[in-house]
C-alpha cells in the first residue's frame, strides 16, 4: 500500500498544482524566484538549507524529478521518482547549485551540478536529440527526442547558458568542448526534424521517433501531427540564435510561414460552467490548434480513446477541459518575425 503522504505528494498535490498553474510546473522546482535574488541570498541560511534539499533528490544519474519542489525538505516516505527533463526539471537545480558554489566556493555543489551537467551531455543521442529522461523504457514514448513542453528547447537554452554564464565559470576546457559540439548537434536535429509536407518546409510534432526522426505518437490523444505549440518555441529559439546558418534562416522562414497560412480566425474559446466551448466571433484574434494532420494541415482534436475528431465538441468532457486545444502561440512568433527580421535584412 502507497503511504498517504507520499499518495499525496506525489499523485494528488502535483496534478492540483499542474492543473492551476498557467506552465503548469508550479509544482516544480522554481529556478526564476532564485535567479533573481542577489548574491548575498546564496550566502544566506535560507539558501544553504534550500540547496542541501536540493542535493538530498538528486537521482543516482544526476537529474531530478518532476512536478516536486526539491527545494523542500526530503523525508523516507517521499519514495524514489526518478529523474527528468520534462515539465522543467534537472535544470534549474543545477542552476542554483552552480550560483551556490560561485558564491560559497564549497565544492559539493559543484561536485552536484558538473554530476548534474554530465547527464544532462551523455542523455543526448548522437543525432542531436534529447530524450524526455535518460535511462529510458524500450516501450515508452519518453525515450522519443521531445519538443513537448520545451523539453529539448530548455536544454539547449541551458546548454548556451553554461558557455556564457559566470555561474559556470568553473567547467574546464573539455566540458565545455563538448557543450560546444552538444549545442551544435542540437540545432542540427532540429533542422532534421522539420516535417516536410506537400514539398514544402512546415513545423514540428511534439516528438520525434529517436532514430528514423519521424513524428511519434505519445499518449492516446497525442497522435503524429503538426504541433502549434510547441513549434513556436522551437522557432522563437532559433530566432534567439545570434549567427543564423543559411539552414536555420530556411527553417526560420519556412516554420513563421506555416504559422501565418495555419492561423484559424473567427472563432473565440470561453469557458461555460467550467468547461471549453468554441464560439463564432469575427472580433476573436487569431488562435493555432494544438495539432494538425500531417497531409492536409486540418486542425484536429483527439480523446483517450485514440480517434481523430475535428470538433473540439465531439471529445470527452475530460478532456476537452484538460488540455490545452489551442493556442496563441503564433502571436509571438509573429512578432518575434519582424523583430528578427529587421536584425537580419540580408538573409
Not at 73 to 97: H, M, S, V, Y
Amino acid at each position: 500500500m502507497i503511504p498517504r503522504r507520499t499518495f499525496l505528494l506525489h499523485f494528488v498535490i502535483p496534478v492540483l498544482l499542474f492543473l492551476s498553474a498557467p506552465n503548469g510546473y508550479s509544482a516544480g522546482f522554481q529556478w526564476g524566484k532564485f535567479a533573481r535574488q542577489p548574491n548575498a541570498f546564496f550566502q544566506s541560511e535560507e539558501a544553504k538549507e534550500t540547496a542541501a534539499n536540493i542535493l538530498t533528490w538528486q537521482t543516482r544519474y544526476g537529474d531530478w524529478p518532476k512536478n516536486i519542489d526539491t527545494a523542500a525538505k526530503r523525508t523516507a516516505e517521499d519514495g524514489d521518482p526518478g529523474g527528468t527533463f520534462d515539465n522543467g526539471a534537472t535544470l534549474g537545480e543545477i542552476r542554483f547549485l552552480a550560483r551556490m558554489f560561485r558564491i560559497t566556493g564549497e565544492a559539493r555543489y559543484k561536485g552536484a551540478a558538473l554530476k548534474g551537467l554530465d547527464h544532462v551531455l551523455a542523455s543526448q543521442y548522437e543525432n542531436g536529440g534529447f530524450p524526455q529522461r535518460n535511462p529510458t523504457r524500450p516501450d515508452s514514448y519518453e525515450r522519443y527526442i521531445t519538443f513537448n513542453d520545451n523539453a529539448m528547447v530548455n536544454i539547449l537554452e541551458f546548454l548556451r547558458e553554461c558557455e556564457t554564464s559566470p555561474d559556470f565559470s568553473f567547467l574546464d576546457p573539455a566540458r565545455r568542448e563538448k557543450i560546444k559540439t552538444a549545442f551544435a548537434k542540437g540545432i542540427d536535429c532540429i533542422l532534421a526534424c522539420q516535417v516536410e509536407s506537400g514539398g514544402r518546409l512546415t513545423v514540428w510534432c511534439a516528438q520525434h521517433d529517436e532514430r528514423t526522426l519521424a513524428p511519434a505518437k505519445a499518449r492516446s490523444y497525442e497522435l503524429p501531427s503538426l504541433s502549434g505549440g510547441e513549434s513556436g518555441d522551437i522557432l522563437r529559439f532559433l530566432m534567439s540564435l545570434d549567427d543564423p546558418s543559411p539552414e536555420v534562416v530556411w527553417a526560420i522562414d519556412a516554420g513563421c510561414r506555416w504559422y501565418e497560412d495555419s492561423k484559424i480566425t473567427g472563432l473565440r474559446q470561453i469557458i461555460v460552467e467550467g468547461d471549453k466551448i468554441m464560439v463564432a466571433d469575427p472580433d476573436a484574434p487569431p488562435l493555432w490548434a494544438r495539432f494538425y494532420e500531417l497531409e492536409t494541415n486540418r486542425s484536429f482534436f483527439c480523446g483517450r480513446d485514440g480517434i481523430v475528431k475535428y470538433d473540439i465538441s465531439e471529445i470527452e468532457p475530460e478532456r476537452r477541459k484538460g488540455y490545452s486545444w489551442y493556442t496563441e502561440t503564433g502571436k509571438k512568433v509573429a512578432a518575434q518575425w519582424e523583430i528578427w527580421k529587421k536584425r537580419f535584412p540580408d538573409r
